[in-house]
């Protein structure tokens, strides 16, 4: 019976620090896959994806704060304005007559 090969899974930071040496330039990838132990294709493929996915890393900017945020002042005052009529309703139902 043949043996079967167990496929290798890398950590993402393993990946990423590869396919960032990749992106260097500073040597081929061949060499660098021969350093890590790692098919020259899946380097390729690592420094590709690191390429794409840079551009998604700064995409996404400050936006419009959530709607809870928004809301916020305007329950509040909603909630000042029935506690006041709550307040004069009692007030005069008990006959207190202050300022």
């Given amino acids: 019976m043949s043996e ?11 990946k990423a620090k590869v396919g960032l040496e990749a992106l260097r330039g500073v040597k081929t990838i061949n060499e660098i896959g021969q ?19 840079a551009k998604t890393l700064f995409g996404t900017k400050r936006g419009p704060q959530p709607v809870a945020a928004h809301s916020e002042p305007d329950r509040l005052y909603g909630e000042i304005g029935r506690l006041k009529m709550e307040l004069d309703w009692l007030k005069k139902k008990s006959g207190i007559s202050l300022p």
């Fill in 4 to 14: 079967t090969k167990k496929r290798k899974v890398h950590l993402p930071e393993f």
């Fill in 35 to 53: 350093e890590y132990g790692v098919h020259p294709v899946q380097v390729s493929q690592w420094r590709k994806e690191i390429q794409e996915q």
